[in-house]
């Protein structure tokens, strides 16, 4: 079973459970938004995370066009601060990226078993990144980052269907080919010879 490294560990709280009802937000919480390219094109399907030295971390999923918005505990924002940024590109094993709610669901799915890391250490772990940010009290809405590639190969892509699934399919689609064959005509000639009746 995969583990999350210890520091991401700090991610947790924030992208799994948010706040509990009646929990009050964290304190002075500013914009953070920006965009996330890979040699200048939009990295769809990154993830991209901000831990301060203390508190709660923020992340965002990477949309289609590279941009991103922070939440911190299901709050949009972040406090004013300095952070370590990590951006991370994990391949799951059924060819596409793994957002931050599959790779930190309470319950895994199939794709993140054998998912893979396709960034370096020096961005995709928070313990070796060299990205950092100063976020201001007035926030930053163009924290823009392009980082240089190229890619680590992709995991192997699992089939969706276990033998037994294809198995079953298979015999369905015999079972609806046969649905659609003619019925079978009798075949012409004589029938079978009578026995002889015993003579009186």
């Known amino acids: 079973m995969l583990r999350p490294a210890p520091l991401l560990l700090a991610l947790i709280p924030a992208l799994v459970s948010g706040c509990q009802p009646g929990e009050a937000p964290p304190p002075r919480l500013v914009p ?7 040699d200048g094109k939009p990295l769809a399907g990154a993830t991209i995370g901000l831990l301060p030295p203390t508190g709660s971390a ?3 999923d990477v949309g289609p066009d590279g941009s991103y918005e922070i939440s911190t505990l299901g709050f949009k924002g972040i406090p004013a601060g300095e952070y370590v940024v ?3 590109y994990k391949m799951g094993s059924d060819g596409k990226p793994q957002s931050l709610g599959q790779q930190f669901s309470l ?5 993140m078993i054998g998912a893979k890391e396709l960034l370096p250490k020096k961005y995709s772990d928070f313990g070796a990144s060299e990205l950092r940010a100063t976020i ?3 926030g930053n809405t163009a ?3 392009d980082i240089q590639g190229p890619l680590a190969d992709p995991p192997p892509i699992t089939k969706g269907q276990d033998k037994g699934e294809a198995a079953a399919k298979g015999e ?3 079972k609806a080919n046969d649905e659609k064959a003619p019925p079978a005509e009798p075949k012409s000639g004589p029938g079978p ?3 002889d009746e015993p003579k009186p």
């Open 86 to 88: 990590q951006i991370s």
């Open 58 to 60: 923020g992340a965002s």
């Open 32 to 38: 953070v938004k920006g965009k996330v390219t890979l």
């Open 136 to 138: 201001p009290p007035e």
């Open 143 to 145: 924290l823009n980052f």
């Open 172 to 174: 369905d689609k015999n």
């Open 193 to 195: 010879k009578a026995k």
């Open 107 to 111: 319950v895994q799915p199939p794709s």
